[in-house]
């Protein structure tokens, strides 16, 4: 309990406020908001237990992870924290491919600046509309194989340069 004043667990769930309150150093009563969500999607009793099982230097970290959990939950019920992971995940495999693709672009226009070396050919598969990089491009490109796949994942659902290109 910080001087006078309970706690904003304590507030809430209208009880005297101990000084060994589990909450106190956590939960100011400056910021009701924050027990009060954590409650919410928690309740006071397992987030209690939680705390109490958690060494004293690790409650704080465990605290912000509960409030940015439950404030994701208020957000997104069903998936919560996972569904923000899973939109950033999509976010960074997104920008991954447009760098990908925009190496390849930049490698063939450097390719046909150099008429010594042999040029990759793009070519359409007329059935499945997708594009395949021949000759090695991601060799070229010192490019791992986790992007590798990235690009021949991507040059199947859509064109490298925004239009048809053929051999």
Do not use: W
Not at 46 to 59: A, C, D
Not at 112 to 126: G, R, V
């Amino acid at each position: 309990m910080v001087g006078n004043s309970p706690c904003a667990s304590c507030k809430l769930l209208r009880r005297r406020c101990a000084k060994d309150c589990i909450f106190a150093p956590y939960f100011p009563s400056d910021d009701p908001h924050k027990f009060a969500i954590v409650h919410k999607i928690f309740g006071a009793s397992n987030v209690s237990k939680m705390l109490q099982e958690l060494p004293v230097h690790q409650r704080e970290d465990a605290v912000s992870s509960l409030v940015y959990e439950a404030n994701a939950r208020i957000r997104d019920p069903v998936y919560g924290c996972v569904g923000a992971i899973s939109y950033l995940q999509n976010q960074v495999s997104e920008l991954q491919m447009q760098l990908a693709v925009a190496q390849a672009e930049v490698l063939c226009i450097q390719m046909q600046q150099e008429p010594m070396m042999p040029l990759p050919t793009c070519q359409i598969d007329p059935d499945e509309k997708s594009y395949f990089l021949h000759n090695n491009l991601p060799q070229y490109l010192n490019l791992s194989s986790s992007t590798t796949n990235v690009i021949h994942d991507s040059l199947k659902r859509e064109s490298i340069f925004g239009h048809d290109m053929v051999s």
